[in-house]
């Protein structure tokens, strides 16, 4: 039995972040879902409120989202990657080398101790950014603190491009649901959730969680094997338990650890945001896509957060989810190369 404490403060959390997220969607907010329980998760973490969302459930969301991402995807995505295959490799390029050059540059001023910046500059993939972090000697807390900065910078920059420019509102676009088809496309949604995500966990799957199902799912779903469906309440409680855990990241020791450098880390992460977006721009001008996708798809991370928001838009999902997808699993198998170049470029006496 947990606490009368912690049952409180749980029931104060789930409190607020309905109270924020109405809020938000009164304002027609995309992703009102998962933006509002992050604000109100943020407080209580810097308030000390010590509540964790357990791994199980956080994992069990990524899941869901895997199966909202593969509800949206059809042939389109992989029409999309031979069609513009090479200013998607641009696209994910220029996110990892302008994020790379902020976390050098980050080590060379010594605004984060040791490699620390190096790893938590890194534009996606942040719990195993953390992980891998800690097992190369960087901080996981500050690498972690970096991190969820930059999905929280993302998701509020990101929500506030998707909501002024739409042309008009859509209404429930704050949820992004999947339809719900019947009873035997719920379960089958969930039995790839379950099967896909175990699959990709035991094969140590860097957010095997969420890119089991996604994977399995699309490839069902996409050649009409499986129509993937997913009840409303689940969706909105998936995005829900996605923004508290982001939110709970935050936490005064982290804050008081990382004071000194919290405009550093605020600035580099604001500038590949602006970066990223101004490359956004640029694609309008070579491919025949709005505004809004183009933003979407050159945000600097995370996978959920972003499809769920640009599910819940006006933008072409399966451009925004071709570039995303692609850049995570090139910043997976780039990340832990690029941070070791940084700290062996930057010379010994700037990163102590």
Known sequence: MLPLRILGLWAALAAASAAVSYGLMQAQFPAALL???????????????????????FQASQAAIGCLVAHAVTGQIAQTLVE????????????????????WILTRLRVLPGTTAAWGSSPGGASAMVAMAEDFGADPRLVAFMQYVRVAAVVFSASLAARFLMETPIPG??????????PLSVFATLAVAIVGAGAALALRVPAGAQIGPMVLGSLLHATGLVRMALPVPLLELAYACIGIYVGLRFTRETLRLTFTALPGILAATFSVIALCAAWGWGLTLLLPIDLLTAVLATSPGGLDSVAIIAVGSKADVSFVLAVQTLRLFVV??????????ISRSVPETAIR
């Open 173 to 182: 676009a704050s949820a992004g649901v999947a339809e719900v088809t019947g």
């Open 35 to 57: 933006l509002g329980p992050m604000i109100a998760a943020i407080a209580f973490g810097v308030g000390g409120s010590r509540l964790r969302v357990p791994r199980a459930a």
């Open 84 to 103: 513009d295959g090479p200013l998607i490799v641009a696209v994910v390029l220029v996110t990892v080398a302008v994020s790379g050059l902020v976390g």
């Open 332 to 341: 997976l198998l780039t990340g832990p190369l690029l941070a070791k170049w």
